[in-house]
């Protein structure tokens, strides 16, 4: 029977409304009947307090004479009057010492009343309710004088057996209200709950499938009528939703089938997870990278299917679906990421992934695509080797010497260490270059690398830095030790006998030594000073060191400045500077292009013989003339195409570094251009690869302003640089020049032929034009064809000329 009632109460929308109506009656009437009680209550105590008062305060009146006269007999007279009040319990007339003169209780005469609630009454000289009493006190005075007190208690027994009997009536009355409001309440939600258990009933048949199902409809507006109809509505409207989703499930089918067809097919690698990272499908690809199949695979956790490490550290990588589910967002994989196979092999791979929404935008799963990249990766580390590489000797190339020397420079400002840098120019080599070629030069530079190599330490850096230079950084190495290795570097090369065509030579080493200490400030500077002192071992004799000292160095700079600077600024008051000429032909025969050459500068010496640049540029570069030089070279290579402005022509001029970051000579440009009338579409301008990046915002802002008015940009021995194709997307150039170290052994070296490819190729992706440089045979010229290269310089197709020949030619 209880559970049948707390179901009926809890589990029923007509017990919950009775239950409801039940318990609201109960609090209202609840309320209403403790408000009734509270008032009466309040009421009562008012006014037996005040009728106490009042009898008190008229007792102290009248007794004033008699207490005041000491008679006894008529203050009696007054308390006794007060005993026929129904109320009255005890009235007393007290002296100022607190005895009672007069007293409807006689056992009480003059007696010291001492009890608590008589010693606060007099203390306090306010009202008291305490044993069922009201006990009221009010003082006898005369002419301001307190004399004595008038003490009236009246019973209050009366006051809460009419409190009670209010409180029953309330309780009963009560009690009424709710079972009457039960009795409505069940009679009406009797009549609601009938319609609605057929509703349940329609509800459950449709719930069971059967959509045919239909109420009859009742007159009324009420709210069970419009869900009647409503729910009839619903219905139908569901009878037309199964055969809409029939269609659906079938459109559905079709595109589902139509995307794995995709997923098949797609060149990535696909794998979908749900919301925990367990795997639910995989595409052939990822199936052939994992080693896993989809059944295999189906359920189990990504990082068992999908074993990714850093290829450096070998320290398996973040998972890159919980990394996604966390920041709720597409996500890649870190740099350097391997992907180990099922049977161990290991793949570098490349990949992203991303959530998976529903259509309320709910994360349901994960998609992660990624792809093989091992081949790719190979190709960038070959191109990072020889970036940072020489591609003649093997050794590190002079950007990364720099990078090491920073280093070094930092280590021992930080710990205190000692460290030295020798700076090697080799005696005689030019000899070799001159009776031989370039060919017995760039194998003798081979020789003498792996000769020097082995008596260097693995610990320390060997490098070339140009040319017939080298440098050797000696870590942890104090500058005794650093001149013993020298002497026996010195030692070394005197003794080595090259050998070419039947013809020996013997060439030496000059060295300069510089400590680097926690006092060395930049690499810039230790490298000017090893260079100083190298000058001045040549200067010296040849083939022994130098270590700098702060007086050698101003002795070599003094020297140096009227050495060079001397010369130089002599030969441009003498009108001592040339231009020359070196053609840029197609790679293949084309009738669209215009003739294009690439304007050089020489120097005639006071004897009259000529000076190439390799011999006097490094000197204007480094005592700041290049600014002058370059503005030679405009002036007069822009009157000359001037003269010639009715001969199509491209133009080619080389600028420095130093021109490129200075705001004036752009402005000069600039005016030189407007000046002369000449066409900007007849001039190219040419930078190197190194000056644009050593400053790149100002490159890009000269290249900028000149393109604005016409003029063309070739960025010069693209690929000696570290860092060519992560700038190349930032420089708006029209060709790229392909450096000659890759170009001239193509035909021999597979390496050099891919990376001029991978050049070329991403140059044509730009809508950038090449030119190879180097070209001194018909074989590279063939390979530059095959490959697609545009254009080739190179001695293989023409020297470099007098400008007079290019004048009788035009």
Known sequence: ??????????????????????????????????????????FMQRQISSEGQGLAHSLAVNAEPWLLNGDISAMDEMVDGLKSLPQLQLALILDVDGKVRASTDDSLFNLLLDDEHSRWLLIDGKQQWHDNVVDSIAPIQVDGATIGHARVMLNTSGVRAELAAVARNGAIYAI???????????????????????????????????????????????EVARLTHDFNEMARALESDREQRKRFEALLFEEKERALVTLQSIGDAVITTDITGHVEFLNPIAERLTGWTTDEARGRPLIEVFHIVNEMTRIEVENPVDKALRLNGVVGLANHTLLIRRD??????????????????????VVLVFHDVTESRQMAEEIAYQASHDALTGLVNRREFEQRLNHLISNATTEQRQHALLYIDLDQFKVVNDTCGHSAGDELLRQLTLIMQDKIRGSDMLARLGGDEFGVLLENCPLDKAQHVAENLIELVKGFRFVWSDKAFVVGASIGIVAITEHSRDWASLLGNADTACYLAKEKGRN??????????????????????????????????????????????????????????????????????????????????????????????????????????????????HSIGDEGFLRFLIDQIKGTGVQPHNLCFEITETAAIANLDKAVHFIRELKLRGCRFALDDF???????????????????????????????????????????IGHTMKIKTIAEFVETPIIMEKLAAIGVDFAQGFGISEPMPLGDLLEAA
């Open 176 to 222: 009424v209200a709710i079972v009457l409001g039960a009795l409505f309440a069940w009679g009406v939600v009797h009549t609601v709950t009938q319609r609605l258990a057929r509703l349940s009933a329609a509800a459950d048949a449709i719930a069971a499938g059967d959509l045919s199902v239909s109420l009859p409809q009742h007159e009324g507006r009420d």
């Open 719 to 761: 690929g000696a640089g570290l860092s060519s194709f992560a700038y190349l997307k930032n420089l708006p150039v029209d060709y790229l020049k392909i450096d000659g170290s890759f170009v001239k052994d193509i035909d021999r070296n597979e390496t050099s032929y891919a990376m001029v490819e991978a050049i070329n190729k």
């Open 544 to 657: 022994r060191l130098q270590v700098y000292h702060v007086e050698d160095a101003e002795l070599a700079k003094r020297y140096s400045e009227m050495h060079w600077v001397g010369r130089i600024n002599k030969a441009f008051e003498e009108d001592r500077f040339l231009l020359y000429h070196q053609a840029i032909v197609p790679t293949s025969r084309r009738t669209d292009e215009l003739p294009h050459f690439e304007m050089l500068v020489r120097m005639i010496d006071e004897d009259g013989q000529l000076v190439t640049p390799s011999v006097f540029i490094p000197a204007a570069e480094r005592y700041n003339l290049m600014g002058a030089l370059d503005r030679w070279v405009v002036s007069n290579a822009l009157n000359w195409v001037v003269a010639h402005k009715d001969t199509p022509m491209i133009c080619a001029i080389n600028l420095s570094g």
């Open 344 to 365: 161990g092999e290991e793949f570098a791979i490349e990949d992203s992934a991303a959530p998976i929404r529903d259509r309320d935008g709910k994360v349901i799963g």
């Open 1 to 42: 029977m209880t559970r049948r009632l707390l179901h009926f109460l809890f589990h029923s929308i007509r017990g919950r409304v009775i239950a409801s109506v039940i318990v609201l009656h109960a609090v209202l009437m609840g309320l209403v009947v403790f408000d009734t009680i509270q008032r009466q209550q309040d």
